[in-house]
């Protein structure tokens, strides 16, 4: 009777008592905080936060904080307990926080003429960066306003988001022509006709040429040294088109034309011309003109620069703000050679000279 009753108290103590817990290792987590950019980089420092829970033993540091452009790191620690050790990992960190260097534009084709653009250019920008690689760099294309130092601003941006101060490309942009105006033609009593015209302050040089009937060039001058031209003399009825041009330094040109219409000649006209003396001269090498004097009783009544080696004295005349005619008496004329642009006042020695009495004194016949 006392065995079955030991044996009964035994059986409900060993249903009433509590089940044993089962064996548990540490936990361990961790969280990163910092400043997000782009594709899963950080652009400033990453702090590590530990948490670990039910170790006995820990070499995890409650707060940790990475301050250096990495490329992809990751931290690791462990806690243990009497019941087993547990490790755990970061995901990977990249930090980037440099922007891209060396940040330059290039235009997308050399100068059209000398060093300036005369139309719309594409510019294009690049750069390095040694962590997270150049994600985009700006683009533009530039269309004025004409400057002699315009100016494309560009940037470029990595893959972490970091972008780079502006950085300018300078270069030299014109794309205006200069403005000509006042292109004319006028007709002298000697049918050589002069052609006048108006260059802006711009302009570098300019060009005139005759255009029938064939394309001649007349000058080809610094634009500031010269304002007019005198071709001819042109023949009697004829009618004669010229095309002044200038350039800027950029080689941007505006052209106008102007006709100049010699009268037909009368047979007063032909004698006229018959009784006006021609003077002549032998040529001088190299030269390019020559200027012409004329002197009446001692007194210059005239300065001329035919390009040719002779020169047909006017009926009528200016010289000096004042009109001069050709009238009877005794004349003295002098010549010298020029070499370049009028403008540059480059002559030689005197070349030749003479005399002549207007109107010729008559040929007397000696008789038998």
Known sequence: MRRALALLVATAAAVVAPAAAPAAPPTVANALSGTAGDDGWYVGPVTITWTVTGATDSDCPAVQTLRDDTTGVSRSCSASNADGTTTVQTKTIKIDQTP????????????????????????????????????????ATYAGPDAPSAAVPGTCRDRAGNTSAPVPFTFAYDATAPALT????????????????????????????????????????????????????????????????IADAAGNAASATATATVPKATAKDASTAARRPT???????????????????????????????????RARWRFHRKTYKLAAGRYRWYVWPGYGPRARHRYGRLHAKGALTYPAPPIRDGGQ
């Open 182 to 245: 006042g292109v004319a033609a006028t007709v002298g009593a000697d049918r050589r006709a002069t052609v006048v015209w108006t260059a802006a302050p711009d302009a570098q040089t300019v060009t005139v040429v005759r255009d029938a009937p064939a394309a001649t060039l007349l000058d080809h001058v610094p634009a500031a040294s010269a304002r007019s031209v005198v071709d001819g003399p042109l023949a009697a009825g004829a009618t004669t088109a010229y095309t002044v041009t």
């Open 279 to 313: 003077l002549r001269w032998r040529a001088r090498p190299g030269a390019e003109y020559y200027n012409f004097q004329l002197y009446r009783d001692g007194r210059k009544v005239l300065s001329a620069w035919p390009r040719g080696t002779h020169y047909t004295l």
């Open 100 to 139: 891209p260097a060396s940040v330059a534009g290039a235009a997308a084709r050399t100068p059209d003429h000398g060093l300036f653009y005369t139309a719309p250019v594409a510019v294009a920008f690049s750069g390095t960066d040694a962590t997270s690689g150049i994600a985009s760099c700006t683009t």
